[in-house]
């Protein structure tokens, strides 16, 4: 009241407003001036969420001001709650929908372009007419989650199109939104007097101090969590100052001139106020943004960058120069001429200094080498997706995957990618929960699957990592020099030990599964490479249309086995695995399927405790197929193959030894509980005999091992005392 005579619902609508950003300027002037592209990120996403809040709270305000709502705090922030939450529940759905589409529509990209925009009309559409939430939060929201999943799941040549077919969409729009604006804002600032133009300023002042808290005040604590990054002080002022209005602003205030439930003095002030602060943000923060950007240094490259830049620039002109000179000699070029070309390579070779490599630092070198080599991994896999040797659902994880171990990179530097490879090989949540389920429940069916597609990635990821390798050696040498590159080598070679250690075993125990992961690896590449041909020769004029069409199904009929995907047996019935213990062969049929029912079947992975030291005496183990490793006392240790059993002497009362048992392979068991044990032995007393003589054997070989240790322990010299 002692600034404005509007009421406070009106001033809250009009922030509303103007808290929206338009970051295409900015993003326009960034690349003009080469920012770094994480800036252009951080002012894209804080936009982005910055006017999907704002629109949604502008929605309940008007909503109050309309008369259709109650001016309470509670109630404000209820309302706000249900329109933001809601509109992002509603555009998660309808992405995810819009992506399972996708698959359908694969390989026609002038309808998957059409299903993002009918996806855009439809999310707001549908939220706001009908589940009466926040369309713009919903529109938001399923275009990040097409942007994200979408990559890999429509075809490749549409993402290619997709990003240029929205910036045109995104011109249009913001174009019609200014055209509009120009049409009506002459007769709206023509009524403004200067209390209002007084309220302006008043206005620019406030959402500037504003802006200053969220990002000196919110970002840094954002920053100590887990869901933030640090961000350097440069940058916080360029977001602070960056922060211009534009086409959204204006598109609510002019809808807000359209409301006649909203009193004509309010619907003038907010136009002119928030029209006047719009030109006023793109006269004064969008001129003097190019100025503040290089005066904070901030479009310059730093010191490792710059001395990348003149190594790439040397390796690159040399090898031009060469080529360069080749040409000449083949087209009978001029000698003066050629001089002259040379010329312009020896001047520019002679302004880079080419021992300025030297001086970075070791570990400099090769963290941005490791860097390269990570935005390299991220492609290949794109590429492989593009060559259709994935599914989507592979290609997802293993994007997914190279973003984090870029990520680790940028951050960590060689201590980051370390971590970042030993967790790249670790079992996944969703892995984990298969085989948590299966161990309460016995399902196996989402363990079978969780457990093919580790093999499948894992197999990737090698191919990958190996190409890696030679991709280092070949492009990375001349860029950072040969001991750098050498390290690099060294530490993707362990990760790929990593990953071959991880294999071995799933090789070794679904040999026909790693047999079929081959075929289809080797016959999608096979696919591709016959496709590529074909256009080759489509693209010569060696073929028609039709002949090339006629080709390209004899292809997909060709090689369509390899898209059929079959399951992995994890092999974990009961019945069939007691086949294999010798310790139940001559047994009846009743008793076989007695026990069947009484043994709980289990998949082991490599290295997990089977058997600690807490759980001797509750259940004991019969190895199927697999083997496992007893730890003893002494550190010496005991393998225990297919048709072996462990843990019965707990079972009996005898706890003289209590070892810990740890598989050492995909180990299939079979459990059986203290009590079933017991209700077993009494009821089939052929298998109690045959229990207890392996029982006396083992308990006679601890005896011998016990006095083994004893008489070594007394003929060990004492000690004299101090």
Excluded at 135 to 152: E, K, N
Excluded at 235 to 250: D, E, F, I, N, Q
């Amino acid at each position: 009241d002692a600034i404005s005579s509007y009421g406070l619902v009106v001033c809250l609508l009009l922030g509303a407003i103007v808290a929206t950003t338009d970051p295409v300027a900015v993003v326009g002037i960034f690349r003009e001036v080469g920012a770094p592209k994480r800036l252009t990120t951080l002012v894209e996403g804080e936009s982005l969420f910055n006017d999907a809040a704002s629109i949604a709270l502008y929605s309940v305000l008007l909503a109050v001001l309309g008369g259709h709502g109650e001016l309470t705090a509670s109630g404000i922030f209820n309302d706000f709650i249900v329109h933001f939450i809601g509109g992002g529940i509603a555009g998660f759905a309808m992405g995810r929908l819009a992506c399972f589409l996708f698959a359908w529509l694969r390989g026609f990209p002038t309808a998957e372009i059409t299903l993002t925009l009918t996806l855009a009309y439809l999310s707001f559409f549908i939220s706001e007419h009908y589940l009466n939430v926040s369309g713009v939060v919903a529109t938001v929201i399923a275009g990040l989650v097409v942007g994200s999943t979408g990559r890999t799941r429509m075809s490749p040549t549409t993402f290619e199109y997709l990003s240029s077919a929205w910036e045109q969409f995104g011109f249009w729009a913001n174009s019609l939104i200014f055209l509009f604006a120009a049409m009506l804002i002459p007769k709206l600032m023509a009524a403004a007097d200067w209390q209002e133009l007084a309220l302006v300023a008043v206005v620019f002042v406030a959402t500037l101090v504003a802006r200053a808290i969220v990002v000196f005040g919110l970002l840094p604590l954002l920053g100590l969590t887990r869901l933030g990054t640090k961000v350097s002080n440069p940058y916080k002022v360029v977001m602070l100052w960056g922060g211009l209005r534009g086409a959204v602003s204006l598109a609510l205030a002019l809808a807000v001139t359209e409301q006649t439930g909203v009193a004509e003095e309010a619907r003038q002030f907010i136009a002119v106020a928030t029209t006047s602060y719009v030109l006023l943000t793109l006269f004064i923060n969008g001129i003097s943004l190019r100025p503040l950007i290089r005066m904070l240094g901030l479009n310059q490259l730093s010191p490792v960058e710059r001395t990348i830049r003149n190594q790439a620039l040397a390796v690159a002109l040399e090898d031009l120069q060469g080529k360069t000179e080749d040409v000449a000699r083949a087209e009978h070029i001029g000698t003066e001429v050629r001089d002259r070309i040379r010329a312009v390579f020896d001047a520019s070779l002679t302004s880079v200094h080419d021992g300025q490599v030297s001086q970075m630092t070791d570990d400099q070198r090769v963290a941005v080498g490791l860097a390269i080599v990570a935005q390299r991994e991220e492609e290949m896999f794109f590429d492989i997706l593009k060559a259709q040797i994935v599914d989507w659902r592979m290609a997802e994880t293993l994007l997914a995957r190279a973003e984090r171990l870029e990520d680790a990179i940028r951050l960590g530097g060689i201590p980051g990618f370390e971590r970042a490879i030993v967790a790249d090989v670790r079992y996944s949540t969703g892995f984990r929960l298969a085989l948590r389920l299966h161990y309460l429940f016995g399902f196996q069916g989402w363990l079978a699957r969780e457990l093919g597609q580790r093999f499948a990635n894992l197999m990737s990821k090698r191919s990958v990592a190996q190409r890696l390798i030679a991709f280092a050696r070949e492009q990375i040498t001349p860029l950072l020099g040969e001991e750098a590159t050498q390290r690099i080598v060294s530490l993707h070679q362990r990760r790929l030990d990593l990953i071959e250690n991880a294999m071995q075993a799933l090789n070794l125990q679904y040999p026909s599964y790693a047999q079929w992961l081959q075929e289809s690896y080797l016959g999608r590449v096979a696919r591709e490479m016959e496709r590529i041909r074909y256009r080759d020769m489509l693209e010569q004029f060696l073929i028609s249309g039709e002949v090339y069409a006629d080709l390209m199904a004899q292809l997909k009929s060709r090689w369509a086995h390899i898209d059929k995907h079959p399951p992995l047996d994890i092999e974990m019935s009961a019945a069939d695995l007691i086949k294999r213990v010798p310790l139940f062969e001559g047994l009846s049929a009743d008793s076989l399927r007695a026990i069947s029912k009484l043994l709980k079947p289990r998949l082991a992975l490599p290295d997990q405790r089977v058997l600690t030291k807490g759980r001797h005496g509750e259940e004991m183990c019969f190895v199927a197929s697999g083997a496992v490793a007893v730890h003893l006392p002494d550190h010496t240790m005991i393998e225990l193959g297919s048709g072996e059993f462990f843990g019965e002497l707990g079972l009996l009362g005898e706890e003289q030894l209590m070892p810990e048992v740890t598989s050492l392979g995909y180990s299939k068991l079979l459990m059986l509980s203290s009590r079933d044990f017991h209700a077993l032995l009494a009821r089939d007393e052929h298998l109690r005999e045959r229990i207890q003589v392996v029982a006396k054997q083992r308990l006679r070989a601890i005896e011998v091992w016990k006095q083994f240790s004893q008489a070594n322990a007394a003929s060990a010299p004492v000690s004299p005392p101090v």
